[in-house]
């Protein structure tokens, strides 16, 4: 199963975080969370969950892959 993580944090698609600051700001910006990935340990700042368009296409390619190559 870590494998298909280590997958997707490739595609910079991160499932396991955990939160190392919160820092609550005023105005659009709201609050900012510096987060880190389990599996590959990259700190980034993540905003507010929204996905691009390409995002959950890449998830669902990949899927397909997975399973074609288990199938096959």
């Known amino acids: 199963m870590n494998f298909i993580y280590k ?9 396991k975080t955990s939160l190392i600051e919160v820092t609550m700001g005023f105005g659009p910006s709201g609050k900012i969370e510096r987060v880190q990935c389990d599996i590959c340990k990259k700190v980034y700042i ?3 969950r929204t996905l691009k368009f ?3 296409v890449l998830i ?7 399973i074609l190559l288990f199938i096959i």
Do not use: A, E
């Not at 997958?7 to 499932?15: A, E, R, V």
């Open 54 to 56: 390409s995002q959950p």
């Open 46 to 48: 993540r905003n507010n």
């Open 7 to 15: 997958i997707f944090c490739k595609l910079d698609y991160h499932f």
């Open 60 to 66: 669902i390619i990949v899927i397909i892959f997975l």
